[in-house]
């Protein structure tokens, strides 16, 4: 079945970098879009940005706009989110979920396991 | 940015009970909505898309209606496992956006 299997729980210091990755499984990668989103402590969902495996386009919620790059590497199937001068309200869970077709951000089906980013001095 | 309202925030009910959720857009959104479940320590899932076509796999006690500003989430007969909590979303401006959930626990 189709899956996403995101790396590991970090925990950074204030002012740092993360990148987590999302290893897409059982479907055709270039086929799809990937989000990435986030879930602060007790929160709800907040969009992050979209990317298409098929030509590397990218777009981004205006409020990370300069501070997050998606990448995507077809030859392992995998998506990366980085993130950069990491805030103590950056902390939250972050997922990855695939969009209906590669054209544009639409539906999240289905989402990964979720990563836990901690940022705290 | 759209923003969406659901209500109530909290729903009570009992197994077998129906269980009718509210979304409320900010603007009109045509019929670009979904629905989302989410379990404790779990991610959220797919539920309804397009306001109301069911994902693949959803049971069809599930049932989503409404279009332009308002819609609803129904499931007919509440099973142990629906006690969750569940968000409505927005494609229709980007950037998507979600509702603030309404958590349906058990009375």
């Known amino acids: 079945q189709v899956q996403l299997i995101q790396s590991g729980a970090e925990v950074k210091k204030p002012g740092a970098s993360m990148k987590i990755s999302c290893k897409a499984s059982?479907?055709?990668?270039?086929?799809?879009?990937i989000s990435w989103l986030r879930q602060a402590p007790g929160q709800g969902l907040e969009w992050v940005g979209w990317?298409?495996?098929?030509?590397?386009?990218?777009k981004y919620a205006e409020r990370f706009q300069d501070r997050v790059t998606l990448t995507t590497d077809t030859s392992t199937t995998t998506a990366y989110m980085e993130l950069r001068s990491l805030t103590s309200d950056d902390t939250a869970v972050y997922y990855c979920?695939?969009?209906?077709?590669?054209?544009?951000?639409?539906?999240?089906?289905?989402w990964g396991q979720g990563t836990l980013v901690t940022v705290s001095s | 940015e759209i923003v969406l309202t659901q209500s109530p925030p909290t729903l009570s009910l009992s197994p077998g009970e129906r269980a009718t959720l509210s979304c409320r857009a900010s603007?009109?959104?045509?019929?670009?909505l979904a629905w989302y479940q989410q379990k404790p320590g779990q991610a959220p899932r797919l539920l309804i898309y397009?306001?109301?076509n069911r994902a693949t796999g959803i049971p069809a006690r599930f049932n989503g209606s409404g279009s332009g500003t308002d819609f609803s989430l129904t499931i007919s007969s509440l099973e142990a496992e629906d006690f969750a909590v569940y968000y409505c979303?927005?494609?229709?401006?980007?950037?998507?956006?979600f509702g603030q959930g309404t958590r349906v626990d058990i009375k």
């Open positions: 979920a695939r969009n209906f077709g590669v054209v544009t951000v639409n539906w999240f089906d289905p």
């Open positions: 059982s479907y055709p990668f270039i086929s799809y879009g």
């Open positions: 990317i298409s495996p098929y030509n590397g386009d990218t």
């Open positions: 603007q009109d959104v045509a019929t670009y």
């Open positions: 397009d306001t109301a």
């Open positions: 979303q927005q494609r229709h401006n980007r950037p998507p956006t």
